[in-house]
């Protein structure tokens, strides 16, 4: 199983996904299953876990919107 790093805001799921320009990582909704494919998976809840972590310490942005580690499955529709 892997692991997604996600959150709902007003009513819309995004996901975590790693911009490699711009080195940072984004927000991307994910309302089909093709645009999960392009988020952060990973193979381990704890690669995940460490990743959220990562970002609490040192992205703000991203660390206020209540993000958590979530089973990449519960997106597939």
């Given at each position: 199983?892997?692991?997604?790093?996600?959150?709902?805001?007003?009513?819309?799921?995004?996901?975590?996904?790693p911009?490699?320009?711009?080195?940072?990582?984004?927000?991307?909704?994910?309302?089909?299953?093709?645009?999960?494919?392009?988020?952060?998976?990973?193979?381990?809840?704890?690669?995940?876990?460490?990743?959220?972590?990562?970002?609490?310490?040192?992205?703000?942005?991203?660390?206020?919107?209540?993000?958590?580690?979530?089973?990449?499955?519960?997106?597939?529709?």
């Amino acid at each position: 199983m892997s692991y997604v790093i996600a959150t709902v805001i007003d009513g819309v799921p995004y996901a975590v996904h790693p911009n490699v320009e711009k080195k940072r990582f984004e927000l991307i909704k994910v309302l089909k299953d093709s645009e999960i494919s392009k988020a952060f998976c990973s193979p381990t809840k704890t690669g995940a876990v460490n990743i959220l972590r990562w970002i609490q310490e040192n992205d703000v942005k991203l660390a206020n919107k209540n993000l958590s580690v979530q089973p990449e499955a519960k997106y597939f529709r």
